[in-house]
C-alpha cells in the first residue's frame, strides 16, 4: 500500500470510523508528516464538524509545516467553521505560528483578523514580545490591539503591557 492509499484510508477512519478508530488515525496521520497537510485540509473543507476537529488535531501534531497552508487556504476559504478549526490548530501549534499570526492580524480580512487575535491570545507567553513590538507599529489602531490581546492574556500579559507602558516614561508607546 503506498502512502496516499494509506493517508486516504486514515482520513476514510476519520471521517466514519469509531472514535477509537478516530484516535488512532489522529496519530498516524500525525505521524505521517508533510505528506498529510494537503490531505487533512482537503478534508477539513468537505467535512462536517467532528472531522475537522480530528483533522485539525493531526495538523497540529504535525506542527509548524503545517502553519503555512492552513494560513493559505484560510485566505482563500471564506467557510467560518473551516476557518476556527484551522486557526485553533494553530493556536494549539504555538510559538512557531506567532509572527504570521500578528501579520493576520494586521492584513487579514476582518474575520481573520479576530480568529488571529483570538489564536495569539491562546498561545499567551510566546506571542508577548511580538506584541509588544506592534504595539510600536505606526497605526494607533494597530497599537491598541496589542495592548488589547496582552490584557487578555491575563496576568503574563498584562504584566508585560504595564512594563511597555512604564518604559515609555510618558505612557505612549
Known sequence: MTEENQIDELIADLRKGSMEARRVATDAL?????????????AMI????DLRWYAARALVRIGEPAIEPLLQTMHTTADRDFRRYAMAALAEIGEPAVELLIGVTVEGDLDL???AAMALVRIGEPAIEP???LMRHPDPEMQE???????RMGEPGVEALTGAF????????
Open 166 to 173: 512604564k518604559a515609555g516614561g510618558s505612557g505612549k508607546m
Open 30 to 42: 500525525g505521524a505521517s508528516g508533510e505528506m498529510a497537510i494537503k490531505p487533512l485540509i482537503a
Open 145 to 151: 490591539l496589542a495592548a488589547l490581546l496582552l490584557w
Open 46 to 49: 468537505t467535512g462536517d464538524n
Open 113 to 115: 483578523k479576530t480568529l
Open 131 to 133: 506584541l509588544l513590538r
